[in-house]
């Protein structure tokens, strides 16, 4: 019989008193296995035997918009932007510093860059203090990237 108590994933908690059945065993076994298998068919996390990339790189325009996010078809890891054919630190006409390069990763925040999950990444501007600014989204400009499987 099955145990009166089950786990998040329904496989049984048997007691002492509990006199379990061969299916329920065969059951648990078959929830184990339907779970497992939908984890690893699950690309977004794991390469596939024909995409052994660890990595991707690109770029994308600047659209000066609040948030733009750039789409790669699977959850990063850890993403670093920076600014093509530029300097990643300048400073403006006031002396502000502009920053225009940024790194996420799992655990690691960076204001105007976030990893999506299972899309890619998304930018944006942002003020960091009174004088210095993120500039990840400046419209017009064109920035690199590189994504971590």
Same mark, same amino acid.
């Given at each position: 019989?099955? #145990?009166?108590?089950?786990?998040?994933?329904?496989?049984?908690?048997?007691?002492?008193? &509990?006199?379990?059945? /061969?299916? %329920?065993?065969?059951? &648990?076994?078959?929830?184990?296995? %339907?779970?497992?298998?939908?984890?690893?068919?699950?690309?977004?996390?794991?390469?596939?035997?024909? %995409?052994?990339?660890?990595?991707?790189?690109?770029? @994308?325009?600047?659209?000066?918009?609040?948030?733009?996010?750039?789409?790669?078809?699977?959850?990063?890891?850890?993403?670093?932007?920076?600014?093509?054919?530029?300097?990643?630190?300048?400073? %403006?006409?006031?002396?502000?510093?502009?920053? @225009?390069?940024?790194?996420? #990763?799992?655990?690691? @925040?960076?204001?105007?860059?976030?990893?999506?999950?299972?899309?890619?990444?998304?930018?944006?501007?942002?003020?960091?203090? #009174?004088?210095?600014?993120?500039?990840l989204n400046e419209n017009g400009?064109?920035?690199? @990237?590189? #994504?971590? /499987?």
């Amino acid at each position: 019989m099955p #145990a009166s108590k089950q786990t998040a994933h329904g496989l049984n908690l048997w007691t002492a008193d &509990d006199h379990p059945l /061969r299916e %329920d065993f065969v059951s &648990d076994n078959q929830t184990i296995d %339907d779970l497992f298998g939908k984890h690893i068919a699950d690309t977004t996390l794991h390469k596939t035997p024909t %995409d052994q990339t660890p990595l991707v790189y690109g770029n @994308y325009t600047g659209n000066g918009s609040s948030l733009q996010t750039i789409t790669l078809g699977f959850n990063p890891q850890a993403v670093l932007v920076f600014p093509f054919k530029a300097q990643m630190v300048q400073k %403006d006409s006031s002396g502000n510093l502009a920053l @225009y390069s940024g790194i996420a #990763a799992n655990g690691l @925040y960076c204001g105007p860059l976030y990893l999506m999950q299972n899309q890619g990444f998304s930018v944006k501007n942002e003020a960091v203090s #009174a004088d210095i600014y993120s500039m990840l989204n400046e419209n017009g400009k064109v920035y690199a @990237y590189i #994504a971590f /499987r």
